[in-house]
């Protein structure tokens, strides 16, 4: 689960980046407030790429990914692509999940079956 929920905060990272820039555009806001409102958004997403797998943090993700849904009021192209990394995100976790339980009964059944017989050469 790790790696593909670290994979879609990493592209996010770059998303949000990107929005701030579109959002630099708009007269009524201060350079100050979108890079601010940017770099913390940012930095969450750096933050949970290493703590998704321990407690709150998948549910820390779902809020990143409201707060992108809703930065579309601002860059309205953030209702599509919030909505789009919100439907990764979901993957990211139902699938990742569904891996881990696969590995885990993978190194069970290994380990029941014994260690492995040399080759015959």
Do not use: N
């Not at 779902?62 to 192209?77: D, E, K």
């Not at 919030?82 to 993957?91: H, N, S, Y």
Request: glycine share 12%; net charge neutral; proline share 4%.
């Amino acid at each position: 689960m790790r790696t593909l929920c670290a994979s879609t905060l990493i592209g996010e990272f770059f998303v949000i980046g990107f929005a701030g820039l579109v959002a630099m555009k708009d007269p009524d806001l201060s350079m100050a407030t979108v890079w601010t409102v940017s770099g913390v958004a940012m930095l969450l997403s750096l933050v949970l790429c290493g703590m998704v797998t321990r407690p709150g943090g998948v549910q820390l993700g779902w809020a990143l990914q409201i707060g992108l849904i809703a930065s579309g009021f601002v860059v309205p192209m953030m209702f599509a692509l919030g909505a789009v990394f919100a439907g990764l995100w979901w993957a990211s976790v139902h699938y990742g999940r569904k891996v881990d339980e696969a590995k885990a009964r993978w190194a069970e059944h290994q380990a029941a079956a014994g260690p492995a017989e040399p080759d015959a050469v």
